[in-house]
C-alpha cells in the first residue's frame, strides 16, 4: 500500500501538526517492515519550492504556493507516489481540492482530523462524507462526527473511529521525585525563564492564533497574581509575541500588568522548530507549577505533555481536554465562559476566567508531588506512541488496507482456471 | 418516437471501440429503417438536463456522465449494456467472491432495476452481471448479439488456409488473458502464432514460435483471418467478443482456440451436433439491430 500523507506542518517542525507527522509516520510507519519504501510525505509549512527528504522518507515540496492546505499540487503528487490512499491531519473545513479530488475517486482520503469546535456546521460533515474514512483524534470528535446533538440527526458513517496523539514517554517524564528535584536538576531552565526555585511557574503552550483565548488567559493570571502579592509569579507563553493578524502578545502582557514576569519563545522559529526542542520543552513543562491552555483544541497535545512530564495542566470542561484529563485530574478543568459563533458557525469556547483563578490557587495550595506520579504513569500508560497510540494506528493501516481491496483498487487477479477447448 | 441515445463518447470520433460501433449501427437503423428521431447525448450535452423532453431514453455506456443525472433519469428508459459498468475494471474481472459485496454495484443496480427493459449482449453477459446483482435475472431483459456485417466477413475459397498457423488479436492485453495465450504458445511450440492488435504498452517476452503484428486495418482483417487454421482467444470475461464472431464467419474452416465459458458469443445457441454452426451465427449477428428496436418494441407496447 503506497501511502501519501500530509499534515499541516512539515515534520521538521516541531508543531503538534509537525510532530506527529515526525513521530508517526517518519519514525515509525515508515520504519514498519510492512510499510518500509511505501511512505511519503507532503509538507505545506514551511512552503517550499523543493523536495526534501527526511531520514530516506521522501517529503514531497508544495510549490511554494498554497500553504495553507497544500493542495495545489497534490493530484500530481499522489499520481508521481502512484499512491493508494491519502492520510491528512489537518482541520477538514480548509480543504476544498481535496474534496473535489476525493468525490471523482481520484485519491482515496483519510482524513485524521482534530475537531476544535462545536457544533459541526453542515458543510463540514459534506465535505467529510467523501472521504473514504475519517478518524477523529478524540472519542468526543467521533461521536460528534456520528451524530449531531444539535439537530439530533445521524451524522456520517465513514468514521472509522478515533485515534489519540500521542508522547514519548522516554522524552515527557520527570527527572525526579519532587518538584523541587526537578528544578535542582534543571537550574539552567529555570534561571533562563528568570525564575527562582520557589516562583509560581505557570507556562502557556500554545501557537499564537486568534482563535486562542489568550486575552481570557492573561486576564486570569494578572487577577491571580494581584490576589497572591506574595507569590513570585512567573509566566513563560511558548509562542511568538507578534505575528501578523494574530494577537499582539507583548502588548497584551504589557495591558495585563504582566510583562515584567512573561518570557516568550522569541520568535516562531525558536517556538517550534530550532532551539527549542521536545527535549527542551519537557524540561520547561517539568519546571513549571502548572500548564495553562483551557480551550477547545483539536487535541491539545501540551495537555498529556505536561501530565507525561509530572506537571498539572489547566484545560477545558469541554471537548478534548476534558476527554484527557476527566479521568485522572477533572478537578482542574475550567468550565465555559461563553460561546462565540464564528460566522462560518463554527463555535468557539471561552473559558471562565474566575474559574482559571481557583484551578490557579488550588494548585498553588496543593502537594504537586502527589500528582506528579500520577499523572506521568497516567500519560505513559495512555498515551505513549509505541504502547498506546501506534498499535491502534497499525490497525487502522489494516483496516484502510482492506477497504483498498474490497474498492479493488490494484486489479483483482486474473482467474486462470478456465479450460482451454478447441471448437470447430 | 423522439429518443435520447445517452453515450459516454461521439459515436463519430473514432475514439470508441465496439461498443461505439454497436450504437453506431443501432442508431442507423434506428433512424432510417424506423423513423426515430435519435439525439446521441454525451455528457457534455447541455440536452442532459433535458432528458424529459424525449419518448424514451436509451442509457448505452454511460460511466462518464454525472450520477446525479442517471439518479433522476426520467422514465421509461432502457439500458444498454456493454460492459459491466459496476465492475471498476469493466468487463474483465467480475465473478471473484467479494464482487457479490462490490462497493460499486448499489449505484448501478439502482438504474438497471428502474428500467423498462435491460439489453444484454449475450446470456454470458447477463449471468456475469447478475453474479453481482442476481435481481437482475427476475427483470425483463433481452439478448441481443453485437450487428457484425456478415458480408463484410464472408470466406473465400481462392484464400488457401496455412497450416498450424495461429492468429491472435489483441490477445497481449493482461484483460483478454496475455498469461495464459503466452504459456499456451510456449507450450505448443510447433504452432505458428501471429498475434494481431494494438501494442499493449508492456514488456512481453514473446516465444520464438510467436510474432506481433501489430495493428490492422479493420478492412483487411476479413482477409488476415481467413489464412489462419486457428484463432486464439482467452479474456477473463467478454460480454459478446466480436473478433471471435467475425472469425468464425470469415472462415468456415478455422477452428477456435479458446475459453469457451468467458466468451459471450459462445453462450447463444449456436450448435449443431456439438460444432459452431455459422449460418446460425450468421443469422444472429445480421438480424441485431432488427432484433434491437423489437424488443423495445414489445415492452413499449
Redesign the interface.
Known amino acids: 500500500m503506497k501511502i501519501l500523507f500530509y499534515h499541516k506542518d512539515s515534520p521538521r517542525i516541531s508543531s503538534s501538526y509537525g510532530k506527529c507527522a515526525r513521530e508517526m509516520w517518519i519514525n515509525r510507519v515508515s520504519k514498519h517492515p510492512k510499510y518500509r519504501g511505501d511512505i511519503a510525505g507532503y509538507a505545506t509549512v514551511p512552503a517550499t519550492m523543493y523536495h526534501d527528504e527526511m531520514e530516506g522518507v521522501r517529503i514531497y515540496s508544495n510549490g511554494g504556493g498554497d500553504v495553507m492546505r497544500g493542495e495545489d499540487f497534490l493530484l500530481p503528487n499522489y499520481r508521481d507516489w502512484k499512491s493508494d490512499v491519502y492520510f491528512t491531519l489537518m482541520d477538514p473545513h480548509i480543504f476544498d481540492q481535496t474534496i473535489k479530488f476525493a468525490r471523482q475517486g481520484l485519491i482515496n482520503w483519510v482524513p485524521h482530523i482534530p475537531i476544535d469546535y462545536y457544533p459541526i456546521p453542515p458543510y463540514v460533515y459534506a465535505k467529510l462524507s467523501s472521504a473514504m474514512m475519517v478518524v477523529a483524534t478524540t472519542k468526543w470528535g467521533e461521536n460528534i462526527l456520528k451524530y449531531d446533538p444539535v439537530s439530533k440527526e445521524k451524522k456520517l458513517d465513514n468514521v472509522w473511529g478515533h485515534i489519540h496523539l500521542g508522547i514519548d514517554k522516554n522524552l515527557f517524564k520527570p527527572s525526579g521525585d519532587s518538584k523541587a528535584d526537578i528544578r535542582k536538576e534543571y537550574e539552567g531552565t529555570l534561571k533562563s525563564l528568570h525564575a527562582k526555585e520557589d516562583s509560581f511557574i505557570i507556562t502557556i503552550v500554545a501557537n499564537n492564533q486568534i482563535r486562542k483565548p489568550f486575552p481570557e488567559w492573561l486576564k486570569s493570571i494578572q487577577w491571580f497574581r494581584e490576589s497572591n502579592p506574595d507569590v513570585d509569579v512567573r509566566l513563560y507563553i511558548h509562542s511568538q509575541q507578534n505575528i501578523r493578524d494574530q494577537w499582539p502578545l507583548s502588548e497584551h502582557a504589557s495591558f495585563f500588568k504582566l510583562d515584567d514576569i512573561t518570557r516568550f519563545a522569541d520568535t516562531y522559529e525558536y517556538g517550534t522548530w530550532r532551539c527549542y526542542t521536545d527535549d527542551v520543552l519537557s524540561k520547561i513543562y517539568g519546571i513549571s507549577d502548572a500548564v495553562l491552555i483551557p480551550a477547545l483544541e483539536g487535541f491539545s497535545m501540551p495537555v498529556i505533555e505536561s501530565m507525561a512530564s509530572g506537571t498539572i495542566p489547566i484545560g477545558l470542561d469541554v471537548g478534548p481536554q476534558k476527554e484527557l484529563m476527566d479521568p485522572i485530574c477533572p478537578e482542574f478543568l475550567v468550565g465555559v465562559g461563553s460561546w462565540v459563533m464564528n460566522p462560518d458557525l463554527r463555535g468557539k469556547a471561552i473559558p471562565n476566567e474566575k474559574d482559571i483563578v481557583d484551578k490557579l490557587n488550588k494548585i498553588a495550595n496543593c502537594d504537586q508531588d502527589h500528582y506528579l506520579k500520577k499523572l506521568s504513569s497516567y500519560a505513559h500508560k495512555n498515551f505513549d506512541w509505541d504502547d498506546c497510540i501506534m498499535p491502534k494506528f497499525y490497525k487502522l493501516l489494516e483496516d484502510v488496507e482492506s477497504e483498498l481491496d474490497r474498492r479493488c483498487v490494484k486489479i483483482p487477479e486474473i482467474n486462470t482456471k478456465e479450460k482451454i477447448s478447441i471448437l470447430k | 418516437m423522439k429518443i435520447a441515445w445517452l453515450q459516454d463518447l461521439p459515436l463519430n470520433a473514432g475514439i470508441g471501440s465496439g461498443a461505439e460501433a454497436n450504437d453506431e449501427r443501432m442508431i442507423q437503423y434506428g433512424r432510417c429503417k424506423l423513423n426515430h428521431v435519435i439525439d446521441v447525448i454525451i455528457p457534455t450535452n447541455p440536452m442532459v438536463k433535458r432528458l424529459d423532453k424525449y419518448d424514451l431514453r436509451i442509457v448505452s455506456n454511460c460511466v462518464r456522465f454525472n450520477p446525479l443525472i442517471l439518479q433522476g433519469i426520467p422514465k421509461p428508459y432502457v439500458v444498454f449494456h456493454h460492459d459491466f459498468w459496476h465492475?471498476?475494471?469493466r468487463a474483465?474481472?467480475p465473478?471473484?467472491d467479494?464482487c457479490k459485496?462490490c462497493?460499486?454495484a448499489p449505484r448501478w443496480k439502482e438504474l438497471y432495476l428502474g428500467s423498462v427493459l435491460n439489453i444484454f449482449l449475450s446470456p454470458l453477459h447477463l449471468k456475469v452481471n447478475a453474479f453481482v446483482i442476481p435481481e437482475l435475472n427476475n427483470h425483463p431483459h433481452a439478448f441481443v448479439p453485437s450487428p457484425i456485417d456478415a458480408n463484410k466477413f464472408k470466406p473465400n475459397k481462392n484464400v488457401k488456409i496455412k497450416k498450424d498457423t495461429v492468429m491472435g488479436l489483441n490477445c497481449l492485453y493482461?484483460?483478454k488473458?496475455s498469461?495464459?495465450v503466452i504459456g499456451?504458445i510456449k507450450k505448443h511450440k510447433k504452432l505458428k502464432f501471429d498475434l494481431y492488435g494494438a501494442d499493449p504498452d508492456i514488456e512481453i517476452d514473446l516465444p520464438k514460435n510467436a510474432e506481433f503484428k501489430g495493428f490492422v486495418d479493420n478492412a483487411i482483417l476479413p482477409d488476415i483471418m481467413q489464412q489462419y487454421e486457428?484463432f486464439i482467444h482467452?479474456p477473463?470475461n467478454e460480454a459478446f467478443c466480436r473478433a471471435v464472431v467475425e472469425f468464425l464467419l470469415a472462415n468456415h474452416k478455422g477452428?477456435?482456440?479458446?475459453?469457451?465459458?468467458?466468451i459471450g458469443a459462445?453462450s447463444y445457441d449456436i450448435y449443431t451436433k456439438g460444432?459452431?454452426d455459422r449460418n446460425k451465427l450468421h443469422d444472429l449477428v445480421s438480424n441485431a439491430p432488427k432484433q434491437f428496436w423489437s424488443e423495445i418494441d414489445k415492452k413499449l407496447r
Do not use: A, H, P
Not at chain 2, 477456435?256 to 465459458?261: A, N, Q
Open positions: 465492475c471498476k475494471y474483465y474481472y465473478k471473484t467479494k459485496g462497493v460499486y493482461e484483460f488473458g498469461k495464459k499456451y486457428y482467452f477473463q477452428k477456435l482456440i479458446c475459453t469457451k465459458e468467458n459462445l460444432k459452431i
